[in-house]
């Protein structure tokens, strides 16, 4: 079974998307993202992926409210990235609500300070963030790119205890056009101990069908969500057959 994650990014506390990581390329989808959050929870969706885009860009979270009163009013999990540059952010990010933090630019700049919160913290609860453009990692929000590959990123902290990096093919980000699967279940094979979460040019249920057939364990879906490529009965009848 492969774990389906719906995406909201957010900026000034309304749920987005960007496409290709543009955010001069934004539309918003609904004003209130619990009103997103509690649908998906009546689908049986049990984890929700959450990128404070304004964090991302601020270098701190700025969307901390918009994850309290899901995290209140919903039993989802929240995975929650942007802006986590510092331990006070994390633990800021974790008192507000999430399971997990999603950290991409601090792992790239500051890898012993990353290997460090996973010790610190329970393993599970610390998400690598392994986002690519042009075969590198991006961070910053996107706006820098690092010399370094997701597999070189992700295997920087396998023996830290890493179990789960979130890898992004922003050239895809938003646009529909389906995955590079072969990339993705070979990346999970390198790493068979770590949960290589797929997101961006999700398109339809087919991509995922293909995803789990490859053995992948979980997949970030948003944009074909928000727009009906993907429905949430499709994500029922997925999650009912197993």
């Known amino acids: ?21 543009d955010y001069a390329r934004k539309k918003t989808y609904c004003d209130d993202p619990l009103e997103a959050a509690q649908r998906f929870e009546e689908a049986g969706i049990r984890r929700l992926h959450m990128v404070d885009l304004d964090g991302a860009k601020a270098a701190e979270p700025r969307n901390l409210r918009v994850l309290e009163r899901i995290a209140a009013r919903t039993s989802l999990e929240v995975q929650y990235g942007g802006g986590i540059k510092s331990r006070e952010a994390l633990e800021a990010v974790f008192n507000a609500g999430a399971s997990r933090a999603i950290c991409g630019s601090i792992a790239v700049r500051q890898p012993e300070l990353f290997a460090a919160w996973i ?20 961070i910053q929000g996107w706006t820098e790119t690092a010399g370094i590959t997701a597999g070189e990123l992700i295997g920087r902290f396998r023996r830290d205890g890493l179990t789960q990096a979130i890898c992004t093919d922003i050239a895809r980000d938003g646009m529909l056009c389906g995955i590079a699967t072969a990339f993705y279940a070979g990346l999970q094979r390198q790493y068979p101990e770590v949960e290589i979460t797929v997101s961006g040019g999700i398109g339809s249920m087919a991509d ?6 490859e053995g992948l364990r979980s997949v970030i879906v948003g944009k074909a969500l928000y727009e009906g490529r993907i429905t949430l009965k499709e994500i029922e009848r997925c999650l009912q057959n197993g």
């Open 1 to 21: 079974m492969i774990e389906i994650i719906p995406a909201t990014d957010i900026i000034d506390g309304r749920c987005v998307r960007l496409t290709q990581g």
């Open 119 to 138: 010790a610190d913290f329970e393993a599970r609860r610390i998400i690598l963030g392994a986002d690519i453009r042009d075969g590198k990692v991006a």
């Open 208 to 213: 995922i069908e293909a995803l789990r057939s």
